[in-house]
């Protein structure tokens, strides 16, 4: 029996103030050196820190050249201010003098087949990804998963806070999923099963239990096109909570759950807003037009007619955030009122107006990256609905039977982790957001 | 266009102090209601609340008679100070004194299959399981997802706090996936393809990027064998980080995660620790066994010989449990230096003792709930022991490359959150703690 000290601080920060002046040990990955005659500057990136530390080469008895980038380090020197220009550099207000520095693993092959020390990468995406365990140790690559990081934790935190409980529902599915052909088939014990496309069936079952849910977890679309817009396999950040007024409450809360994402952005991620040179955004008002009256505008201000199609093609949504932008300088614009033929089955409709769905779309830079809008709750009205389009109500019956029970009017939203990292990010392509992108043509890393 | 109000707070938390003797309006689903000759109690479950409202028949004009379990109503009323002993009334302090009560929706059928009113619900698991939507609503089973859920949010808050990337990796995975007969396949665009059975590779790549890193996403296993223990799809707490001293590093950065995540349950579910009689642990001393050393103690203590066994039995595991409680009143047990030979290709062993890895499994309360450890990180070693194995080192080699780049030394560990949720709330089956449980037989709702 051998008894370990309980540690109550499992943390590796360093408070840098309190040691000026006084020698730290630090171990890291080396992720640039540059060897200069009096010594070397060698940056060591940690999980807290991309640090500067600088070696003389009478200080230290390691012989500097034999240091490769991305060996892994120990350190001893002694914490001084400094002033360091080099945004890919945290903190920059002090650098380590090295008295002591061992290597304690390193590379098996040189040169690495990229360089990772350079201010960009300038390789093409498969390259990127083929080598993705090198090309993230990249700083302003890494950095894109931090922020993708940061919204993942704030959008959990600020919905536990707010009376919402997170939800863990089922990936494998039963033979009623939503459906359609983009759906991944899998062999479950010699029966047919599938990949969730999305927690809807089971967020809404949950709402007769919570009241409030949310979920954060990986969805699955077969979508054969491969397009810089879509994943195969992707981040769904997704709320579903009972109505006590209209489906514009979910416009509110959406909203108000960005915002505290941004804001807790600016607070955490300082270094990576610098690094990519990210212009945060706020919600400061909440623009909402009806489907067909923003397709009007875009046909008055544009001379493009899109108004006799049931959807937003990609121009029409660049065109109507442009419009937005410039009418009510705001980055979001909600499109609410969609065609309900153009919404999933179980959408509810405008009573008096039963062609329009009680839904809506955020667009956010020309781009959309929510679906949201009240549900039907009535299990009349669920197979009332089916019947008229033809589905099969049988195999919807484990899921129908929530309505059968009772629930409340409710609603809900989808928000694509990847997509909402990519725009605030300046991506060209929402797979820059993903670790390790699913598309049609890659199953690796 | 429509401009919407921004709110600050899409909360429905109610400051009930500041409304003693004042008229509060609620919407809610009715969980019980006990009519009286004078009127009723009814039970209004909210998001935050399981609330007592009492409807005196003249005060409000609405037959309560009409009033079913499961529909949802809108009241409005005084709130009043109370003494309420049933624990599963939340909060116990005030009731709600009713002047108006609207239905505004209500279950298809009469009666409910089962009823969600008692204090247990009394059924077959298979029964709870086939009828989860209605099931859940019950105050217990409810009770068991918001542990599951504050576990799940605290694991990722103080891995946060603490320097650790969050990070999410496919659960689609290549052909070089680690393997073995317990592996769900999927037709991906005429590929081979996988389910991820833990998100092993990805975290240690991320190592690499990182340093510390942990994930919480679901893994999906082809056990074949349906029993208390096991799932076919769960979801596991991920941890890896880059270790500066030995694998010990992981025992005690998991009983820090762990003390927190009871420390935080304390604070936020209260009302579920009294409901389900939970006696929520601590770790205050790390005790860690030897695996050989404890089967030389179990074989003493007990007569009972496993001595020859190269893993632990559940009859094992229960014995060393019970034996750490009594000897060291301790609800938790580390056992380590498990046979390399048990361990997977990845783990690193003792230089001095080869057949002795490096790891640990993590027993509560006579279940394994975590098995970690120190991994391989040179890219030598990997190709020794993969070539040792009779392994194809070609199909893993998206995997190697990190190694190949560049690797601190690191481990790593699992937890399973429902099997920690279950033995939190003493449930027999860790099916229980699972919203949407499946296994060979259940793949619905």
């Known amino acids: 029996m051998k ?34 005659g009096w010594g070397a500057f060698i940056i060591l990136r940690t999980p807290r ?12 008895s390691l012989d500097l050249s034999t240091i490769a980038v991305e060996s892994t380090v120990k350190v001893r020197g ?3 201010n400094s002033n360091i220009k080099d945004i890919s550099i945290y903190p920059r207000d002090i650098e380590i003098s090295l008295n002591y520095i061992e290597t304690i693993s390193a590379p098996s092959i040189s040169p690495l087949p990229i360089d990772t020390t350079k201010k960009e990468l300038n390789i093409s995406l498969e390259t990127q990804f083929d080598l993705r365990p090198l090309s993230l140790r990249h700083p ?50 010699n029966k047919k099963a599938f990949l969730a496309q999305s927690p809807q069936f089971y967020k809404q079952m949950m709402v007769g239990v919570f009241g409030r849910v949310f979920e954060t977890g990986p969805v699955f679309r077969a979508e054969k096109h491969d397009t810089s817009r ?14 006590s007024g209209g489906f514009e409450e979910l416009v509110q809360i959406e909203s108000a759950v960005l915002n505290s994402i941004f804001s807790k952005m600016k607070e955490t991620c300082k270094y990576e807003i610098d690094l990519l040179n990210i212009e945060v955004p706020e919600i400061t008002k909440i623009i909402t037009y009806k489907f067909n009256e923003i397709k009007e505008i875009i046909f008055q201000e544009y001379k493009k007619d899109f108004r006799g199609e049931n959807d937003l093609c990609p121009e029409e949504e660049r065109l109507i955030s442009k419009f937005v932008k410039e ?21 509810a409709h405008d009573p008096s107006a039963p062609k329009e769905s009680l839904s ?10 929510t679906t949201g809008g009240q549900r039907l709750h009535r299990y009349e009205d669920y197979i009332a609905k089916m019947s008229k389009l033809g589905m099969n109500v049988e195999s919807f019956e484990s899921y129908l039977q929530c309505f059968k029970y009772g629930m409340p009017p409710h609603g809900g939203l989808g928000l694509g982790l990847e997509r909402l990292t990519s725009l605030l990010c300046n991506l060209s392509n929402v797979k820059e957001a993903s670790l390790f992108p699913r598309d049609v043509n890659r199953l690796e890393p």
Chains 1, 2 share one sequence.
């Open 230 to 243: 879509h994943l195969n396999e992707y981040i769904s950040l997704d709320i579903e909570t009972a109505l």
């Open 78 to 80: 002694v914490v001084k």
């Open 49 to 60: 820190y991309t640090i500067q530390t600088v070696a003389d080469k009478n200080s230290v």
């Open 360 to 369: 809506f779309d955020l667009l956010f830079r020309g781009l959309e990256i």
């Open 327 to 347: 009418k009510h300088n705001s980055d979001f614009v909600f499109v609410t009122h969609y065609p309900t033929e153009k919404r999933p089955f179980y959408a």
């Open 3 to 36: 008894e370990l000290e309980l540690l109550q601080n499992v943390d590796t920060a360093i408070n840098f103030t309190d040691n000026i002046d006084k020698e730290i040990e630090l171990t890291g990955q080396v992720s640039n050196i540059r060897i200069l």
């Open 140 to 189: 302003k690559l890494r950095s894109i998963f931090k922020i993708s990081a940061a919204i993942f934790n704030e959008f959990g935190n600020f919905l536990t806070n707010n009376g919402f409980t997170r939800i863990c529902s089922p990936k494998i599915v039963f033979s009623g999923a939503e459906g359609g052909a983009n759906i991944f088939n899998i062999d479950y014990f």
